[in-house]
């Protein structure tokens, strides 16, 4: 297992335009995070998975995001109508090993830079 | 609701020196805290894992401590090298039926001078 992995790592994109990210999770974990980071920030929730079901959206959640985990194995992120304000570094992370043993951490992935001009 | 903050914002050392990274949160109620480090442009990297029951955990020469109680955690950093400036993330973890979700502080920049 390579750890998780995050896809593109940098995205620039003109304002009005829709972007996907994908996040490829441990496989052993079912539990999967989206958070957002901007400049000299923590990073701020803004859903989780476990499996495929979506368990939790945060109010910085608006309806322009929307995010998917089909299967329960890899999931995207989707942002429509892209605001300059959506720039940020788009983390994932994943935890809780499905085989019991109880590991609470989290692993993150390297996140995508998105840039909106 | 929790927060999270870290004192200092920013902090600069002299190679060999000891680091003492600050964390308070507001809301005792937690399942654990982890420390992150996190080089510019990157993703997080976890550090060390503590859970609410423990008071400490080691790796190496890194040394976290847990005050549940009073709502303070310390990241220590014995005889710092250029090698670990970076920034420096604690988050807190609500009870686990509330998706172990993190709240994170805002980060402590280390940079140690050789």
């Known amino acids: 297992d390579t750890g998780v992995s995050q896809d593109p790592r940098h995205k620039i994109t003109k304002r009005g335009q829709n972007v996907t990210f994908r996040c490829d999770p441990i496989s052993e974990h079912n539990r999967l995070y989206w958070y957002r980071q901007t400049l000299g920030q923590g990073p701020e929730f803004l859903t989780y998975f476990q499996n495929e079901a979506q368990l939790e959206k945060s109010r910085l959640l608006s309806d322009r995001f929307s995010a998917e985990r089909p299967k329960g194995s890899f999931s995207t992120l989707e942002i429509q109508r892209t605001e300059q304000g959506d720039s940020a570094m788009y983390l994932c992370?994943?935890?809780?090993?499905?085989?019991?043993?109880?590991?609470?951490?989290?692993?993150f992935g390297s996140g995508t830079r998105l840039t909106v001009v | 609701k929790q927060e999270v903050t870290q004192i200092p914002a920013a902090l600069s050392v002299p190679e060999g020196e000891n680091l003492v990274l600050n964390c308070s949160f507001t809301d005792s109620a937690i399942y654990n805290l982890q420390w992150f480090r996190q080089d510019p442009g990157k993703g997080l990297t976890s550090l060390l894992l503590i859970q609410s029951s423990q008071r400490e955990q080691t790796s190496g020469r890194l040394n976290a401590s847990l005050d549940k109680s009073s709502g303070r955690s310390t990241l220590y950093i014995a005889a710092s090298q250029p090698g670990d400036s970076a920034t420096y993330l604690c988050a807190v973890s609500r009870i686990k039926a509330a998706g172990n979700k993190l709240t994170f502080g805002g980060g402590t920049r280390v940079l140690v001078k050789p």
């Open positions: 992370a994943s935890s809780f090993p499905l085989d019991g043993r109880v590991r609470y951490g989290y692993t």
